[in-house]
């Protein structure tokens, strides 16, 4: 079984994680209401979808 020769530092370790972060989701706001909603969703505030409402929401 193959083993390390050296340990690998700190720097290098973190040069190789740099790829492995979490990317923030796109956010766009509702032209009826302003809310944040994600794109290609249905607001969940007020139930809008393309100008329209979708979905029947208590307020």
Known sequence: M???KRKVSKSRRD???????AA???VST???CGEAVLPHHVC???GAYK???VV????
Do not use: V
């Open 51 to 53: 100008g329209r409402t």
């Open 2 to 4: 193959a083993l390390p």
């Open 15 to 21: 040069k190789r994680r740099t790829h492995k972060k």
């Open 44 to 46: 969940p505030s007020c």
């Open 56 to 59: 029947e929401t208590e307020e």
């Open 30 to 32: 509702c032209p009826e």
């Open 24 to 26: 923030a989701p796109n």
